[in-house]
């Protein structure tokens, strides 16, 4: 099992550009989750989506679009990147809510110029 | 809103036992979790509290009060390899099922 994985590993945006980052998971779960982690701002949820065909808004949803298609893809795009979006992007999946563990993927790196 | 509250840095000696303490404020609050997270590789799943009380896993445990809006990880027999960031989390209800709600993290720092 791979469990979580992101693509890319990496990125360089300019001002305006649009992209998407890609997450996958290979556990059945229904659960999947968007973060944003920036320095001395712990983990920041963006969207999540409780099964396929559903998501909903986290804490930092504004400039983020989301889509869940397949069970086991959840898809974060970014339609006009902006400063302020340069983060390290964190894809995780659960079996259920609550208490279940969350299992992480590595994270992308974005940096927008 | 929420919030948790959690202390920015700690620092121990190998072999040590170290408290880190997560205080809350949220709505429909469903449990509190802990996460750990090595120089921003990806986080791991230590231990989850939804009743009051003490949970316990090997040399970690963890620690719940629902009515003081309270918890903490509890670290012994501390090693350089515990040297990480530690998340306390909520979990509480959204727009849609429930999602976690994370603290800012503790830096805990080892040393021998």
């Known amino acids: 099992n791979a469990g979580v994985t992101q693509t890319p590993k990496f990125r360089v945006l300019k001002t305006g550009q649009s992209m998407t980052l890609l997450c996958a998971q290979d556990?059945?779960?229904?659960?999947m989750y968007w973060y944003r982690q920036d320095p001395g701002m712990g983990l920041r949820l963006i969207h999540y989506?409780?099964?396929?065909?559903?998501?909903a808004k986290g804490e930092v949803p504004d400039g983020y679009n989301v889509s869940r298609l397949k069970k086991q893809n959840f898809l974060l795009g970014l339609e006009s990147a902006a400063p302020s979006q340069t983060s390290v992007y964190f894809c995780?999946?659960?079996?259920?809510?609550?208490?279940?563990?969350?299992?992480f993927g590595p994270g992308t790196r974005l940096t927008v110029t | 809103g929420q919030s948790l509250e959690q202390p920015s840095e700690v620092t121990a000696v190998e072999g040590a036992i170290v408290q880190i303490n997560c205080t809350y404020q949220?709505?429909?609050?469903?449990?509190l979790s802990w996460y750990q997270q090595h120089d921003g590789g990806a986080p791991t799943f230590l231990s989850y509290?939804?009743?009051?009380g003490l949970e316990e896993t090997g040399r970690f445990s963890s620690f719940l009060s629902r009515s003081d809006s309270y918890g903490y990880l509890l670290l012994q027999e501390l090693q350089m390899k515990d040297s990480a960031s530690y998340f306390c989390?909520?979990?509480?209800?959204?727009?849609?099922?429930?999602?976690?709600?994370f603290g800012k993290g503790t830096t805990l720092s080892v040393s021998s």
């Open positions: 556990m059945n779960h229904e659960y």
């Open positions: 989506s409780v099964g396929e065909g559903t998501t």
């Open positions: 989390a909520v979990s509480q209800y959204g727009q849609a099922g429930t999602a976690l709600i």
């Open positions: 509290n939804a009743l009051d």
């Open positions: 949220t709505s429909g609050f469903y449990g």
């Open positions: 995780a999946s659960s079996l259920g809510t609550s208490g279940s563990e969350q299992y």
